[in-house]
């Protein structure tokens, strides 16, 4: 063969001849001829093989030149034939190559036949790749195609299938040693690159990474393993995986594979040094500018080094500057490859010294990281240190300081970052090595326990021969360290600046959370490593960041006297620094020698000492049990707060840290398990979830023992969770045991122990068992009603049977059992089902009765309240006539109270001179509801408590329940039933009537009304406003009113709130309260009528318990009765600033909900809801603060209170100080951000500044205005209104808040404003200067005139002093009460408009001195109403103040009747008016 075929560059040059033996195409033939030519070559190839290839190369490479006129089946003919050729050709290959030796024609040939076969296969398969690419554009634009592209894409082979033929073709090839055809036996580099161009060019294609190309995948990674190892293609691989790389983020992964398989498969770990140097040499700047670049650089080294660590660690060192550049994906990446080394490497146990530093520095350099300036950073680090705790690759020594930085980020500002924090925390106590239970109080016995005994079991003897052993070794190694360390310390101290640079640098050598004893091993290390400079360094740094060391402190005692000794030999800073580090190196020396001296001596001393190290090592073991414990409940505090986080992901990882705290035995998470239940009512589902599979797995999965053990243990623990469970925590688990109820989760034989241990009949149960029995039986009802409905008789014969007598909470709690019973759910589409009601003969109403009879004479029961109001409940959703059976009680309860009250006159009379009885216990809690009561603390009872007066609180109690509930009876019950059985009589009307009747009937009707209202469905509705009228006509008149049994009670309730001084027991007061509210509930009439009496009370009352309770009670007036309410919100708003804490919460819950509901008009007393903002008490601050996020969502609320909040906070006479004012306005700026808003309020308050009269509005104006963002257009509103606020520049703090506006501005200002911006700056700086001069110039004036006439001066400052002392007048104690000038409802209200001159105010205090004293309120209108009119006994204690009572205080209304007597008159707002804009 006389020719050599040389891989072209370019298809044109093969057309072109530049070499003697060149092979050159003769002729491309035309794509007429192609069909047949290519016919031939397949019978060529049938009658002489591969060789065919060298005569009709022309063919196939015409089909090349000419792709896209040729047929895609002639494309695919080609195909299949070179494909032949290359199974033919790589078998005489094959054969071939068996020779030792080759001809130089036969190995020519053969080369050529390679060479042409290779590059075939390479241009086909880039043709067939780009056809693939396009055609798949195509699909995926949809765009519309000429016909001659679309037919030239239409492929009809499988490419995927043949791209796996061609790939394995090409690598069958490479793989046999045809480096032997070259001479000499070196492949051309044009070669390889047009093998290793086409894999590379094929992983481009993101369709190489999915599963079905694995074969694909795997044949092209060993094309290029084979290309490195025979072909020298090394460095080219390195910088081509790096440029892909930096290209395509789909091939992260196989390159990372590819790569391993080249350095493990080829035995080429070249390519990864190569790798590392390349990524090491990146500009750091180029790095943050590519993320994407990085990004993938980043993954690949931590995917790589998880599949060859050890090759990654040896060149790890060229990639560590990363860390300290400015690309956080790279530091990402760089500890990602030192997390999977410390996994894979150096987590062995016999590692070297050399690995063992490695891991150590590795380690440290994780630590550093923790507090890396990015949240990115500092979430992956800990993900690392997960990975290593999880796999128990963490030595020992490192917990304790491991864990106090993990801790600590678990209050990070980074939500990722927390996440982190906890997971970590939770693997600590999962992986931990020390206990499987961790309760710290047992531990802490056991050390002691254990402490004591290694104490007493050595004789005195053998721990100093021990400890003088361990001296002796020790002092042969300190000796010679000893000297090299003075020779280094003196020079040290010769040279002055390497002194400077060890003080410059002392601050930053210990971190801010690292502990003393990690400090002392860094010292000790440096000390072995004869590092003395550095030790010394850092020994001065400990001295500052530790003054108060313990250890410190204890070795300088012991070794006073060889301190002693030395300081006279030496210069005192030396030998200081000498001793200190000598009780370091001791101290260390001591703890670890003495463990192993025991160990290695173990055989050679005396058993004794042996058992002495056996003990020393235990207790060593409990005390880091007990410092590991200590370290996990510091953790339980803060995990507890971010279950109240806002950031799903906090709750869900705190709730899996105190499930597995709590299974570990660490005491404080109980307090989590607690606060969890609460989640119940999260929005979200994954919260909810997690809640119930937490509770599920803590208390409902008992391991072991058949179905009644486990079911008894599922009760046990529930029990266990009710015990100590507060009102809120009662109503979660209710809620939580539903969704267990509907989940499956708590099965019958579960309910059938709970019905047991109620009945008692289960031994050994108590009764607090039997309680927690029924209060978990009716909140399973609360799922399934029949759990109740079907053992009511169980419920009436335990639950209000004999033990019912003594108690009064089981007797309760049976009761919340039986209310849980009713009709089944409407069906939609269906009628509502009949009630179920029980005859009033029924043996739990009679027990009921009794119950409540014979119960009220137990004085000292303080359950009895409580018990009577769910009594009157159950009879009034299940009895047939509720008002006859509570009727009956009420009437025997009055005997009762007559009978009291006789026995007590009775007793009087013969002991005239004794005492009244002595004070029983407290009654129920009022204010709950539910809970035990107690004696208000504000005002003790001063005079014992008589039975007549507890039987006539329970009496006054159940009265007020049973007219509310009457109410609601009415409301709902018998309005429910009225409709139900309408909707009967409707349906069987129309089941009687006939079809055609019905027809016929609707005809006749159409020209009347009754038939326009039937189409319309209006004769029902009206039906049903008649019915609704009635009823509430019946309330009003027929309950609480008029000649009935409660409208006999009703002036009792009148008499018993408005004599204090006779009916002074605070609990008879709180009921009587209480009573009061319920039946104003019931009648407007009655509601009206006593409404002063209400808020006198609300104001007057020495009690905060009565005060909270009457709060609750108008929230739910004002939305029964708005009309009647709304003339006396502002006496509402005045309990903001009640001293009493659990008021001031009441009136800020019940505002929120009424403001929120449109229940009452946002006023100018919103003001007194922005002062909570800053209350001392953070749950009070907390919900002012939710209640202005809430109303911020209602469209412009915010915006539209702002001017008038800023007016009143702002008046010094009845707003706040400074520092809480701007407090306030921090946080309500914070909702003003549409520019619209602030543009306009900019220029409000401009105009604010010409009726501000005092220095302290000035301020704080200017300050609202410094919280506003800034658009030109606010710029511009600034300078239109400048002559409103110029002349207050010259006030430092006025001109600071300017100059912040000015300053925040031009930072985000756009060009066209920064004219204005510097403008204003200009004018603002012009009126400041000026402003000064004058003021220095009035200073001097005055001190002028003072100097002439000082007699003169001197009176006229004292006349001026006067009115600014009355413009501040100081409240009383308990004075919370303000009046505010309501006269000004506009948007932006001036406090000082209407401020009274001094001289004139003066004159008003006088004239009101003399005046007598009123009990009078503010309200929206300008007049004043008086209340009640006090007697005379009472008019000389007014001035006692608000929360004070004088000795015969009773409050006397002005007509007995319960009519209002006004002194002036008053405007009701019609209802109509409440909808009014704000």
């Known amino acids: 063969m006389s020719f050599e075929f040389i891989i072209p560059a370019t298809k044109d040059d093969l057309l072109n001849k530049t070499e003697i033996n060149q092979f050159v195409v003769d002729e491309i033939l035309s794509f007429r001829e192609i069909p047949g030519a290519l016919q031939a070559m397949k019978s060529s190839f049938r009658s002489t093989g591969a060789k065919c290839l060298l005569e009709n190369f022309d063919v196939l490479f015409s089909i090349l030149c000419l792709r896209k006129d040729v047929q895609p089946d002639l494309k695919e003919g080609a195909w299949e034939l070179i494909l032949k050729v290359g199974k033919s050709l790589a078998t005489d290959v094959a054969s071939a190559l068996e020779d030792t030796s080759l001809e130089p024609g036969f190995r020519l040939s053969h080369l050529n036949q390679v060479k042409m076969l290779c590059y075939l296969l390479c ?223 150096l987590s062995k146990e016999d590692l070297e010294d050399k690995l063992k530093d490695t891991r150590d520095q590795f380690l440290e350099k994780l630590e550093e990281h923790i507090h890396d300036v990015n949240a990115f950073v500092r979430s992956r680090v800990l993900h690392i240190w997960f990975n290593l705790v999880n796999e128990k690759c963490l030595p020992l020594p490192r917990h304790e300081h491991l864990l106090g930085l993990c801790i600590g980020r678990l209050q990070d500002k980074s939500s990722q970052v927390r996440k982190q924090a906890i997971q970590l925390v939770t693997a600590f106590i999962k992986s931990n090595p020390f206990a499987a239970k961790l309760s710290l109080e047992d531990l802490q016995a056991n050390y002691e326990k254990e402490k004591e005994k290694l104490e007493s079991m050595a004789p005195e003897e053998q721990p100093s021969v021990l400890e003088d052993s361990l001296m002796v070794k020790i002092d042969e190694e300190w000796k010679p360290l000893e000297k090299k360390l003075k020779r280094a310390l003196k020079k040290t101290e010769e040279e002055e600046e390497e002194e400077k640079m060890e003080e410059d640098g002392n601050e930053d050598l210990i971190q801010d959370e690292e502990l003393a004893n990690s400090v002392m091993d860094r010292i000790y290390n440096l000390l072995t490593e004869e590092k003395f400079t550095e030790a010394k360094a850092l020994l001065v740094a400990f001295k500052d960041a530790f003054p108060d060391n313990s250890f410190m402190q204890e070795m300088a ?84 707060q971010l279950l109240g986080s806002k950031t799903v992901t906090d709750i869900l990882e705190a709730i899996d840290f105190f499930v597995t705290g709590f299974e570990f035995g660490v005491a404080l998470t109980m307090i989590g398990i607690r606060r969890m239940l609460h989640l119940i009512w999260s929005r979200e589902t994954s919260v909810k979830e997690a ?561 501000t009269k005092t220095d302290r509005q000035w301020r704080d104006l200017s300050f609202c205005l410094s919280m506003m963002s800034y658009s030109e257009k606010s710029i511009r509103k600034l300078q239109e209104n400048f002559a409103c606020f110029g002349d207050k520049l010259s006030d430092e703090e006025v001109y600071s808040c300017f100059c912040t506006i000015i300053s925040k501005s031009r930072s985000f200002a756009k060009p066209t404003a920064k004219t204005l911006i510097d403008e204003l700056e200009q004018r603002v700086q012009q009126c400041h200067t000026k402003g000064l001069e004058e003021g220095e110039i009035a200073v001097k004036a005055s001190q002028a005139s003072q100097a002439v006439s000082q007699t003169k001066g001197k009176s006229r400052t004292k006349m001026s002093k006067t009115p600014a002392k009355g413009n501040t007048l100081a409240r009383g104690k308990c004075g919370g009460r303000r009046q505010i000038d309501s006269s000004s409802d506009d948007d932006c209200v001036d406090g000082d408009e209407n401020i009274t001159p001094p001289a004139q105010k003066q004159r008003t205090q006088r004239r009101q001195k003399q005046q007598k004293p009123k009990v009078s309120f503010d309200s929206d209108s300008d007049s004043e109403i008086e209340l009640f009119d006090l007697d005379k006994s009472s008019q000389g204690t007014q001035g006692t103040g608000e929360g004070e009572e004088s000795d015969d205080s009773d409050i006397i209304p002005t007509k007995r009747t319960g009519r209002r007597v006004l002194n002036s008159p008053r405007r009701i707002i019609p209802l109509q008016d409440l909808n009014g804009d704000v």
């Open 557 to 640: 005692k012991e070794n006073q006297s060889e301190t002693d000794v030395e300081a006279s030999q030496d210069s005192t800073d030396v030998t200081s620094d000498v001793t200190y580090l000598k009780m370091i190196f001791y101290g260390h020396k001591k703890q670890s020698l003495a463990i192993v001296s025991g160990i290695e001596e173990e055989k050679e001393k005396d058993p004794i000492v042996n058992e002495v190290s056996k003990q020393q090592v235990l207790v060593q073991y409990l005390k880091d049990c007990c410092a590991f414990a200590t370290q996990i409940q510091a953790a339980v505090p803060v995990i507890c």
């Open 691 to 1251: 809640v119930v599979s937490a509770y599920r797995r803590l208390y409902l999965n008992p391991q072991g023992g058949n179905q009644r053990s486990k079911a008894f243990s599922v009760v046990k623990n529930l029990t266990a969770l009710l015990s100590g469970a507060s009102l809120g925590d009662l109503t979660s688990l209710e809620g939580l045991m539903i969704e267990l109820m509907k989940s499956g989760e708590i099965d019958q034989s579960v309910i059938q122990m709970l019905w047991e241990r109620f009945a008692m009949k289960v031994p050994n149960t108590t009764v607090e068992d039997s309680r927690a029995a029924v209060t978990l039986l009716y909140m399973i009802a609360g799922a399934d009603m029949g759990v109740v409905k079907s053992n009511i008789d169980v419920l009436v014969k335990e639950g209000l049977g004999e033990r019912a007598d003594s108690d009064l909470v089981l007797a309760r709690d049976t009761c919340l059992a039986l209310l849980k019973i009713g009709p089944p759910k409407k069906v939609q589409g269906q009628l509502q089902a009949e009630p179920l009601r029980f005859c009033q003969n029924h043996q739990m109403f009679n027990r009921l009765q009794t119950l409540l009879i014979n119960g009220v004479q137990m004085l000292d029961n303080p359950y009895w309240i409580p018990f009577g109001e769910q009594a009157v409940n159950v009879i009034y959703k299940l009895a047939e006539h509720p008002d006859i059976i509570c009727g009956d009680i009420i009437k025997a309860l009055a005997k009762e109270v007559i009978k009291a009250e006789k026995l007590n006159q009775t007793l009087s009379e013969e002991n005239l001179m004794e005492e009244e009885p002595t004070e029983s216990p407290p009654e129920g809690d009022l204010e709950a509801d539910k809970q035990e009561s107690r004696p208000p603390s504000s005002q003790p009872s001063s005079q014992p408590t008589s039975s007549a007066t507890v039987i006539l609180t329970r009496l006054i109690s159940v009265a007020g329940h049973v007219a509310f509930r009457q109410m609601v009876h009415l409301d709902t019950f018998v309005f429910g039933e009225l409709k139900r059985r309408r909707a009967i009589q409707e349906q069987n009307k129309e089941m009687k009537t006939p079809k055609s009747d019905r027809r016929g009937s609707r005809v006749d009707k159409t020209t009347t009304a009754e038939a326009i209202e039937d189409e319309l469905g209006l004769a029902g509705a009206a039906e049903e406003d008649a019915d609704a009228e009635y009823i509430r006509k019946v309330c009003d008149v027929e309950i609480v009113t008029g000649d009935t049994l409660l409208g006999s009670i009703g002036p009792l309730l009148v008499t018993v709130c408005t004599n204090q001084s006779k009916y002074s027991d605070p609990h008879l007061r709180t009921a009587a309260t209480l009573a009061l509210a319920k039946f104003m509930l019931v009648s407007s009439d009655f509601c009206e009528s006593n409404l002063q009496l209400l808020f006198t009370v609300l104001e007057k009352s020495p009690y905060s318990t009565i005060r909270a309770n009457t709060i609750i009670a108008l929230g739910d007036l004002t939305v029964r009765f708005p009309n009647l309410i709304e003339p006396w919100t502002s006496h509402m708003y005045a309990r903001l600033r009640d001293d009493s804490q659990t008021v001031r919460k009441n009136t800020l819950q019940v505002l929120t909900h009424l403001i929120l509901n449109d229940m009452v008009k946002v006023k100018g007393q919103i003001s007194e809801v922005a002062t909570c903002v800053v209350d001392h008490d953070e749950r009070i601050s907390s919900l002012a603060k939710l209640f202005f996020l809430e109303l911020s969502h209602k469209g412009n609320a915010i915006y539209n209170i702002m001017p008038d909040v800023i007016s009143r906070l702002s008046d010094p006479d009845v707003g706040v100080d400074e520092e809480n004012f701007r407090t306030i306005m921090k946080y309500l700026f914070s909702f003003i951000q549409k520019d619209r808003q602030c543009e306009s309020l900019v220029e409000k308050l401009c105009h604010r500044f010409r009726a």
């Open 123 to 345: 241009q086909y398969m880039e043709m067939f790749e780009d056809d693939s690419k396009e055609k798949s554009d195509v699909i995926t634009t949809g765009k519309g195609r000429s016909k001659s592209a679309k037919k030239s894409t239409d492929m009809v082979i499988d490419w995927e299938v043949e791209r796996e033929n061609g790939v394995k073709a090409l690598l069958h090839l490479v793989s046999l040693n045809i480096v032997r055809l070259w001479d000499p036996p070196i492949a051309e580099v044009e070669f390889v690159n047009m093998v290793t161009n086409l894999v590379y060019k094929l992983l481009e294609n993101p369709i190489i990474v999915y599963v079905k190309a694995k074969e694909t995948r795997t044949a092209i990674f060993n094309i290029v393993g084979v290309m490195v190892k025979r072909y020298n293609h090394g460095l080219s691989a390195s910088l081509k995986i790096l440029q892909q790389l930096q290209h395509f983020e789909h091939l992260v992964s196989p390159l990372a594979e590819l790569t391993n398989i080249i350095t493990t498969d080829y035995s080429n770990k070249g390519v990864v040094a190569e790798i590392m140097r390349e990524i090491g040499r990146k500009d750091p700047k180029d790095l943050v500018r590519d993320n994407t670049g990085t990004k993938s650089f980043a993954t690949f080294l931590v995917e790589l080094s998880e599949k060859v660590p050890g090759v990654m660690m040896s060149n790890i060192s060229v990639v560590l500057c990363h860390l300290e550049g400015e690309s956080y994906t790279m530091r990402n990446g760089v500890l990602g490859v030192m997390g999977e080394i410390l996994l894979k490497v």
